[in-house]
């Protein structure tokens, strides 16, 4: 007698796997589905029919994961955006030189948001933030004050250490500005004179962190 429940809950594990996977499988795509329709018509244009019918899946379906059009856009933003800020702030944590450091913020940044459609979210962000208070309030809650705290703890060791200047700690966005440069180039003006993110984030880092002469 008491085998039988065993049999029973085993079953039910083994259609729970297939089941999430399902679940998991219609998010993906209608998140990736978003993704699409945000970037092809903006936050206030897009519309949850056109999301559905791109992620093959009913309207109501969405509905089953998201409570509404922004927090659709919420889940995009933290979904693709929160593994690259958990590098950052480990990253931050890293007392290491700036000299080792900076070119890893350099191919972090190019890899992990540049090369991917992460750069896609941050440029909508970009466009409709002003627009739309609570899609900029999000963003900077969910990912640039984490990014900004991170990088205070790195520059100020760094400062410490003597390898920028004391006021770099106040202003970390300095650090920040060729990315987002880089991410309006490549949208406004990239088939006119295309620009080596790389070459330039380098040689942004190399002014900024190049050893400083004392008096």
């Known amino acids: 007698m008491s085998a039988k429940p065993r049999r029973v809950v085993g079953a039910r594990k083994a259609k729970a796997g297939p089941a999430r996977k399902r679940n998991t499988d219609k998010r993906e795509a209608i998140l990736a589905a978003a993704l699409d ?88 962000i970009l466009a409709e933030g002003r627009r739309f208070p609570k899609i900029a309030e999000f963003y900077y809650r969910e990912v640039l004050a984490r990014i900004i705290v991170a990088m205070r703890k790195l520059l100020q060791r ?37 620009l080596d993110v790389r070459a330039m984030m380098k040689a942004h880092v190399a002014m900024l962190f190049a050893p400083r002469r004392t008096a």
């Open 37 to 124: 329709e945000f970037s092809e018509r903006g936050f206030e244009a897009t519309r949850l029919d056109d999301v559905a019918k791109r992620a093959g899946v009913a309207k109501g379906t969405i509905y089953l994961y998201f409570r509404d059009k922004e927090s659709l856009f919420q889940e995009l933003v933290r979904s693709m955006l929160t593994p690259v800020i958990g590098n950052i702030e480990a990253l931050g944590e890293a007392d290491i030189p700036m000299s080792v450091l900076a070119p890893q913020l350099v191919e972090l940044f190019v890899r992990e948001i540049f090369e991917t459609r992460r750069k896609d979210v941050i440029r909508l």
């Open 158 to 194: 760094a400062a410490e250490r003597g390898e920028v200047p004391t006021a770099l700690v106040d202003f970390p966005q300095i650090i920040a500005a060729p990315g987002l440069v880089a991410i309006i180039w490549s949208g406004l003006f990239e088939r006119f004179e295309p």
